[in-house]
Each structure stands twice: as C-alpha cells, then as structure tokens.
C-alpha cells in the first residue's frame, strides 16, 4: 500500500477484510473500516474524532508510538508485531504514512500465538536463540549473515530510564524489520545484540537495508540523546556459503567486522577495560619468577582472559626458531599440532607464518582455513582462529605470541589484538629482566662455585666434588618437582655447604686417620661457623642458610648441629645431605678407598628411614637406577 493511500477510494478500504485505520498527524482517528470497527468491538461514532491517546492504553502507548512516529518522520512503512485482546491474538500492525497523516493495516496471526512464548523475546519481538538456529537450518543458501549493535544503549537508559530505554529497543527493532530484505531471520542475540539472515547471492540488499536505516535514524539519535552524529547502531557482514558453511564461522567473520566499525568510534569505556585488564597482566608478571613461570603463566593468563583454547611462545635467535612454549585447555587433543610445531629451525612456510616475518606486526584470521595459503596440517587440526604478535627487545623481533581456537571460530577484534599487543610488549620486558636476573644468578652462582672449589683444595676433597654434589642435587630436586626459585637456592647452598671448614685448624681439617671424640666436636662447629659466616653475605635467602645449617641432620634425629628430627630437616637440607654423602662414597679420598657404585646405592638404601628421608631416598635410587 502506497505512501499516497488516501487516494484510494474510501469503498475499496471500507471493502478490505483486513482492519484498516486512518490518523492525522495530531493522531486523531479518521477512518476505521468494517474490520477495524470489529476489532476494536466498537461502533464508528465511538471510534472517529477519538486521539490514539484516549484509545489506547498507557503500555501500548510505549509499544505502538515509537515506529509510528518514525514511519511519520521517515515516510517509510514500518512493522510492528504485538499481541492483542489481553495477548489471545498475535497482529502484525503496517504503518503507511502520506503527507496527512498514516494509513495502519493490522494483520492477523493466530498461527503464531501458541509458540510465541516460546519462541520470541518478550520486548522486542524478535526470535530467540534456539527457534532462530531451527529456522536458519530451513533457510536457503547462499545466505547474508549480518551482526547488528545497537549503540549507546545504556546512556539511554541513564538518561530516559529503562522504559525509555525498552521503547528504544522496541522501536529499533520495529525500523529494523521495515527495512529487510523479504525473507530474512531476526534473532535478538544478546542485550543490545541482533543477527540478521537474509537468503541471497551477494550481501548487497543487506547492507543497503542497513545503511539507509543507520541514516533514518539519525533523527532518533538527536531526540533521545541531542546528538545527530552518534550512529544508532554499527553492524558486519559475512556470507553462508552452503548448507555445509557452519554458522559460527560466518557469526565469527561478521563479528570481527562489527567490532572493527565500532573500534573506530574510539570507545572510552573499551580503551579503559584494555587498560584495566593489560594493568592487572602487569602486576601479575610481576608476581612470577623464573623466565619459565613468567611464559608459562603469561600464556595461561592469556588464554583464559581472552578465551583461546591454546597460547603458544615461539622464541626466536637470528629469525630461527629456538624453542617452543604451549599451553593449552584441559582436555585439548594436541596430538595432530605436534608434526608442525617448531621446536628448533626456521618458522613454519603458510601465510601468517610468513606475513608476521615479512610484516613485523599483528596478524591475524578469523576464519583460518580461508586465509591465502593455510598450513594444511594445523587446518586439518581443526584451527578455526588464530593471532600472532611478535615480541620485540631493542628493536629486534625475539619471539612470537600465538593464540588459537580449536574447532570453533572466534572474531579477532580490535581489542583482542590491542591487549596482545601490550601483553607482548610487557613480556618483553619481563623477559628480558628475568633474562638479566639469571645472569646475575649465574655470576654470583659462579663465583659461590669458586669459593666451593677453592675449599676443596684446602679439605683435600676429591677435585670437582663441589661441582657434582651441585648437579646431583639440581636433578634430584628437579625429580622431586621443585620450583626454579628452589633450584636456585638449592645451588648456592651446594656451593657453601662446607664454608665453615675454614674455620677449622689445619690440624684437624687435613688429618688423615680418624678424629678423636674431641676433635669430632671441633670439626662439627662448621656447620655453625659455616651459617654464620653465610649468613653475613648480603642478600644470601634464607633457604640457602637452612640448608648449610641442616645437611648433617639425620632423619632418626641424631644428627648435628641441633638433632632435628623427621620433616623438622629443611626440605634442601634433605636432599643435599644424600648427594652429599654418595658423592663421598663413590670418592677417593686420603683416609679411604672410593667405593663402587653399586655399594654406594646399596648403603643409601640401608640408610633409608634413619639418615636419610625415606621419600628422598626413594627418589634418589630411581633417579641414578
């Protein structure tokens, strides 16, 4: 029906068996059919002259008044579908406006009432979810996906309230479905989130149908919030192939390419959380210590923060790859990634592997399988979405970031790659500093190995004994699952365990027979005098002193210094003392022959509950067996 509608003949309006309506623009009622009389279940003198305010009540008021008074503005038809009668009957109301007002035709839909609980979101009108995923299954292919966000929504609502803010609602959705391609699916998605199927060949009618509305209703925009410029809503497109596309894959693509259009309206509030969320990324790299706890969670925090299924870390020397970092979530099959990861050589040859290395810059697919020439093994994976940023030091590239999605598509929007961007910024630097820290470690560890060696001359000990008790100590508490930090301290107390033989008289150190009882009690001073003199070196931990002060203690309690007994032994304590005494065991020495292997174990084991931990023991045997 025509904007020019009041020309038709009043008979042939009179004659439609579908309620006709006339109102001028002060919404008064001037025509009402047979039909329309009918349905109001009033008599024409009751009905004519009266204001669409008096006819109708305060809630279909907020229904009815917002896409009839767009309709007015815009002079487009404009739908809206309610419920009617105390909700036993589903209409669909047509406004046709002409220069004197607007024509209204209502349609009936008894068909519809009985799902419509069910089936429709109760605000707006538009399908929910599940109903719309069962309709799109019917729908023809090639098909136009769109995903549509209404914009500034909560400032409506702060400044009209939430009924202002629902008669938005209601009003946006009613422009929007005037607007559609025939045939088209309209699902309300999330709050202020709607997606849009229309079946066709190009995405074309869709975008147009979108674009003029974006325009109609810049006028509602200056109404409701006195701004003209803001966009009512930003939206992105994609298309279904076939009827073997999924449709996640095209939400995904049509994702990405909403939250690029509403990226560049440069959201506040967006920037703000990016900042927010990289702040915390901060202070939790800070809380970790050695470089593979900062990769380790860095990437785990990564994943979760922005719902990867997997993070990986390449780091590069020269552009070779030297090592490989991945984590992923529980229960991911990694098996079929396993043949194409780098672990060592150069990156892997396919488009974003050689973008990143051409580029220097943030990569990027939404829909990988698509992109110009995909690593076949990581499509046939099943990776849907993926993002690599490189991570820089002094202006060299020295590792990449990578974050993926395993059989399901995920948009890769501004804000993703903003926060990765920073994130590899801060790893950078993080690794960098636990770079320095470890050669800091490595210089003063070298140099504790020093001292250690320099007591081994004066003790007569076996040449290297300082350096071996260290490495069996490093495997043995890397067996037992220590932490990096605890490696580390574990070291250093290797190194001076025995640093107060320095104390120690000639006489008494270097003696080659057996001691006397009084000469035992000056040799077991060491140990104090060893904590002591350990303990005046700046910055030495507290687990490094505990362990020089413990590695005579026995498990049974009998041990010296101060006879502690069972788990009162320093954890590092209990491990050095077994490597401590198998390496004297299996050693030369001035006063005794070394002993076989085979016996050193044998005598380790005999001593398992009474010098040593029995856990450790255990530990150890599988360890060296």
């Given at each position: 029906m025509?904007?020019?509608?009041?020309?038709?003949?009043?008979?042939?309006?009179?004659?439609f068996s579908?309620?006709?309506?006339?109102?001028?623009?002060?919404?008064q009622?001037?025509?009402?059919?047979a039909?329309a009389?009918r349905?109001?279940?009033?008599e024409?003198?009751?009905v004519?002259?009266?204001?669409l305010?008096d006819?109708?009540s305060?809630?279909?008021?907020?229904?009815?008044?917002?896409p009839l008074?767009?309709?007015?503005?815009?002079?487009?038809?404009t739908?809206?579908?309610?419920?009617a009668?105390q909700?036993k009957?589903?209409?669909?109301l047509?406004?046709?406006?002409h220069?004197?007002g607007?024509?209204?035709?209502?349609q009936q839909?008894?068909?519809?009432l009985?799902?419509?609980?069910?089936?429709q979101?109760?605000l707006t009108?538009?399908?929910?979810?599940s109903?719309?995923?069962?309709?799109?299954a019917h729908?023809s292919?090639?098909?136009?996906?769109?995903?549509?966000d209404?914009n500034h929504?909560?400032?409506?609502?702060?400044l009209?309230g939430?009924?202002?803010?629902?008669?938005?609602l209601?009003?946006f959705?009613?422009?929007?479905?005037?607007?559609?391609?025939?045939?088209?699916?309209?699902?309300?998605?999330?709050?202020?989130?709607?997606?849009?199927?229309?079946?066709?060949?190009?995405t074309?009618?869709?975008?147009?149908g979108?674009?003029q509305?974006?325009?109609d209703l810049?006028p509602v925009m200056l109404?409701?919030l006195?701004?003209?410029?803001m966009?009512?809503?930003e939206?992105g497109?994609?298309?279904?192939?076939?009827?073997q596309?999924?449709?996640?894959?095209?939400?995904?693509v049509?994702?990405e390419?909403?939250?690029?259009?509403?990226?560049?309206?440069?959201?506040?509030?967006q920037d703000?959380?990016?900042?927010l969320e990289i702040g915390e990324?901060?202070?939790?790299l800070?809380?970790?210590g050695?470089p593979?706890?900062?990769?380790?969670g860095?990437?785990h925090?990564?994943?979760n923060l922005?719902?990867f299924?997997?993070a990986?870390y390449?780091?590069?020397?020269?552009?070779e790859?030297?090592g490989?970092?991945?984590?992923?979530?529980?229960?991911?099959?990694?098996s079929?990634?396993?043949?194409v990861?780098?672990?060592?050589?150069?990156?892997?040859?396919?488009g974003l592997s050689?973008?990143i290395?051409?580029?220097?810059?943030t990569?990027?697919a939404?829909?990988?399988?698509?992109t110009?020439?995909?690593?076949?093994?990581?499509?046939?994976?099943?990776i849907?979405?993926?993002?690599l940023?490189?991570v820089?030091?002094?202006?060299?590239?020295?590792?990449i970031?990578?974050?993926?999605?395993?059989?399901r598509?995920?948009?890769?929007t501004?804000?993703v790659?903003?926060?990765?961007?920073?994130?590899?910024?801060?790893?950078?630097?993080?690794?960098?500093?636990?770079?320095?820290?470890?050669?800091?470690?490595?210089?003063?560890?070298?140099?504790?190995l020093?001292?250690?060696?320099?007591?081994e001359?004066?003790d007569?000990?076996t040449?290297?004994h300082?350096?071996?008790?260290?490495t069996?100590?490093?495997?043995?508490?890397?067996?037992t699952?220590?932490s990096?930090?605890?490696?580390?301290h574990?070291?250093?107390?290797?190194?001076l365990?025995?640093?107060?033989?320095?104390?120690?008289?000639?006489?008494?150190l270097?003696?080659?027979?057996?001691?006397?009882?009084?000469?035992?009690?000056v040799m077991?001073?060491h140990?104090?005098?060893?904590?002591?003199?350990a303990?005046?070196?700046?910055?030495l931990?507290?687990a490094?002193l505990?362990?020089?002060?413990?590695h005579?203690?026995?498990?049974?309690?009998?041990?010296?210094?101060?006879?502690?007994?069972?788990?009162?032994?320093?954890?590092?304590g209990?491990?050095f003392?077994v490597?401590?005494?198998?390496d004297?065991?299996?050693?030369?020495r001035?006063?005794k022959?070394?002993?076989?292997?085979?016996?050193?174990?044998?005598?380790?084991?005999?001593?398992?509950?009474?010098q040593f931990?029995?856990?450790t023991?255990?530990?150890?045997l599988?360890?060296?067996?």
């Amino acid at each position: 029906m025509p904007g020019s509608a009041p020309s038709i003949p009043q008979q042939v309006l009179e004659d439609f068996s579908e309620a006709i309506y006339g109102l001028n623009r002060q919404l008064q009622v001037t025509f009402a059919n047979a039909a329309a009389l009918r349905f109001l279940r009033r008599e024409a003198r009751d009905v004519l002259g009266m204001s669409l305010f008096d006819l109708l009540s305060a809630p279909q008021l907020d229904e009815f008044l917002p896409p009839l008074r767009l309709a007015m503005a815009t002079t487009a038809p404009t739908e809206l579908e309610a419920s009617a009668h105390q909700n036993k009957l589903w209409i669909r109301l047509c406004f046709y406006p002409h220069p004197e007002g607007v024509l209204i035709r209502v349609q009936q839909h008894d068909r519809l009432l009985p799902s419509r609980a069910n089936q429709q979101d109760a605000l707006t009108g538009a399908l929910l979810r599940s109903p719309f995923l069962e309709a799109l299954a019917h729908l023809s292919r090639p098909a136009a996906v769109a995903v549509v966000d209404l914009n500034h929504l909560k400032a409506i609502n702060e400044l009209h309230g939430h009924v202002g803010g629902d008669r938005h609602l209601r009003a946006f959705v009613q422009a929007l479905r005037a607007h559609l391609p025939p045939g088209s699916l309209l699902c309300r998605w999330g709050g202020d989130e709607f997606v849009l199927v229309t079946p066709g060949e190009t995405t074309d009618p869709l975008a147009l149908g979108l674009a003029q509305l974006k325009q109609d209703l810049q006028p509602v925009m200056l109404q409701m919030l006195n701004n003209s410029e803001m966009a009512a809503f930003e939206f992105g497109l994609a298309r279904l192939e076939t009827r073997q596309t999924p449709f996640e894959q095209a939400f995904a693509v049509a994702d990405e390419q909403l939250h690029t259009a509403k990226h560049r309206q440069r959201n506040p509030r967006q920037d703000a959380q990016v900042a927010l969320e990289i702040g915390e990324f901060s202070r939790y790299l800070e809380t970790l210590g050695p470089p593979t706890d900062v990769l380790e969670g860095s990437l785990h925090r990564l994943m979760n923060l922005l719902d990867f299924d997997l993070a990986s870390y390449i780091p590069l020397h020269d552009g070779e790859v030297v090592g490989l970092t991945v984590m992923s979530k529980p229960g991911m099959d990694l098996s079929s990634l396993r043949s194409v990861a780098p672990v060592t050589g150069t990156l892997p040859q396919g488009g974003l592997s050689d973008a990143i290395a051409q580029q220097r810059q943030t990569v990027f697919a939404t829909d990988y399988p698509t992109t110009v020439n995909p690593i076949p093994e990581l499509v046939q994976a099943g990776i849907k979405s993926v993002v690599l940023t490189p991570v820089w030091h002094q202006g060299q590239m020295v590792g990449i970031l990578n974050l993926v999605t395993l059989h399901r598509w995920r948009a890769i929007t501004p804000q993703v790659q903003q926060l990765l961007e920073l994130a590899a910024l801060r790893l950078g630097h993080a690794l960098e500093l636990q770079r320095v820290v470890t050669q800091l470690r490595a210089t003063l560890e070298a140099g504790m190995l020093a001292l250690g060696t320099a007591l081994e001359a004066r003790d007569l000990e076996t040449h290297g004994h300082t350096q071996r008790v260290a490495t069996w100590a490093t495997r043995l508490g890397q067996a037992t699952g220590l932490s990096e930090e605890d490696l580390h301290h574990l070291r250093q107390g290797s190194y001076l365990h025995d640093l107060g033989k320095l104390m120690i008289p000639d006489a008494i150190l270097l003696k080659p027979g057996h001691l006397t009882p009084k000469e035992r009690q000056v040799m077991e001073t060491h140990v104090v005098k060893g904590t002591e003199l350990a303990a005046r070196l700046p910055g030495l931990p507290l687990a490094v002193l505990e362990l020089i002060a413990s590695h005579h203690e026995r498990w049974d309690g009998t041990g010296y210094p101060t006879g502690l007994v069972g788990e009162q032994i320093p954890l590092l304590g209990r491990l050095f003392a077994v490597c401590d005494v198998f390496d004297a065991l299996v050693s030369e020495r001035p006063y005794k022959a070394a002993w076989s292997r085979e016996a050193a174990l044998a005598e380790i084991e005999a001593q398992r509950g009474r010098q040593f931990c029995p856990e450790t023991v255990d530990t150890f045997l599988a360890l060296m067996r």
